[in-house]
């Protein structure tokens, strides 16, 4: 969650709400880091 919180383009708000939805950290990474559905 501080990684996301410390992108300045992500709102603290809007990582939370990421992170809810995206609890494990790999998952959130496999879609973050995919160029397809970013």
Excluded: E, H
Excluded at 1 to 10: D, G, M
């Amino acid at each position: 969650l501080r990684a996301l919180t410390a992108i300045p383009k992500v709102q603290p708000r809007f990582a939370v709400a990421i992170w809810k939805k995206y609890p494990t950290m790999r998952c959130l990474l496999n879609v973050y880091m995919d160029p397809c559905r970013s």
